[in-house]
Nanobody, 121 residues
């Protein structure tokens, strides 16, 4: 059974940090591009970051570039999102996805249920 389980979200003050994890199982993780998305109520879904199957290529949205870093550990079948210098606008439900094509940002085969990140003083 395919599972993507996000964790690490929570309430943090502006300027703080969180590290999100997405634990994958039930598919061949090492050949999949992994994505982090976020969505806040009333706002469109946004691609935050993605990482290629080997980890050799990454993308970070302009809104988070320099603050967030995506990484993966294929041996542990886990993808991470390190989030530093968090801002209130980062508040959203963050979820991960898996797809076969690096260019297919919204054509993922699997997705998780998400973890909530709230940035507030």
């Amino acid at each position: 059974q395919v599972q993507l389980v996000e964790s690490g979200g929570g309430l943090v003050k502006p300027g703080g940090s969180l590290r999100l994890s997405c634990a994958a199982s039930g598919f061949t993780f090492r050949i999949y591009t992994m994505y982090w998305y976020r969505q806040a109520p009333g706002k469109e879904r946004e691609l935050v970051a993605k990482i290629s199957d080997t980890g050799g290529a990454t993308y970070h949205a302009d809104s988070v570039k320099g603050r967030f870093t995506i990484s993966r550990d294929n041996a542990m079948t886990t993808v991470y999102l390190q989030m530093n210098n968090l801002k209130p606008d980062d508040t959203a439900l963050y979820y991960c996805g898996a797809g076969r094509f690096y260019s297919g940002d919204f054509d993922y085969d699997y997705w998780g249920q998400g973890t909530q990140v709230t940035v507030s003083s």
